[in-house]
């Protein structure tokens, strides 16, 4: 889980998680103080797998994007 430029995480992150989580510092850097309503905001309509944010960074990170 990515707050601002704070990562939190039970394991290291490295690898794919790592750049997953980069790319949501940089949507916050892009989004501001609106990038936690906005990403609350899209999760209704979208969920999580869908979620506009949440494929933007699975693709940044070679994930599947789903």
Known sequence: ???????VSCIRLDGSPLVHERYHVRQSMIWGPLFIPAYLALAI??????????RGARLAAGEHAG
Do not use: K, Q
């Not at 889980?1 to 704070?6: H, K, Q």
């Not at 999580?48 to 944010?53: F, L, V």
């Open 45 to 54: 309509p979208f969920g999580y797998r869908r979620h506009p944010m949440e």
């Open 1 to 7: 889980m990515t707050l601002g430029f704070v990562m």
